[in-house]
């Protein structure tokens, strides 16, 4: 099984992030709970949350401070809710 790539990701709302995968998956996550911990708590901030990227060689979205989520985590959370 290939590795889910997230190759298209918009800011939604709050903590809502739309996402597309190299799979033609596509929907919202809310990251408001997974907000926890030395590099994602200042993410709370939601003017800081917004600024994410799709990074080039990760395949996922990431924040200028380091923080990121695993593809497959992105990925199950919005299979979770189809």
Sequence with gaps: MMIPRVIEARYVDQYVVWLRFSDDL????????????????????????????????????????????SPEFLHSCIRATA
């Design 26 to 69: 596509e929907g919202e996550v809310d990251l408001k709970d997974e907000l926890w911990g030395p590099v994602f708590e200042p993410l709370k901030d939601q003017d800081r949350f917004r600024q994410f990227k799709v990074h080039p060689e990760l395949h996922t979205i990431v924040w200028e401070n380091g923080a990121d989520f």
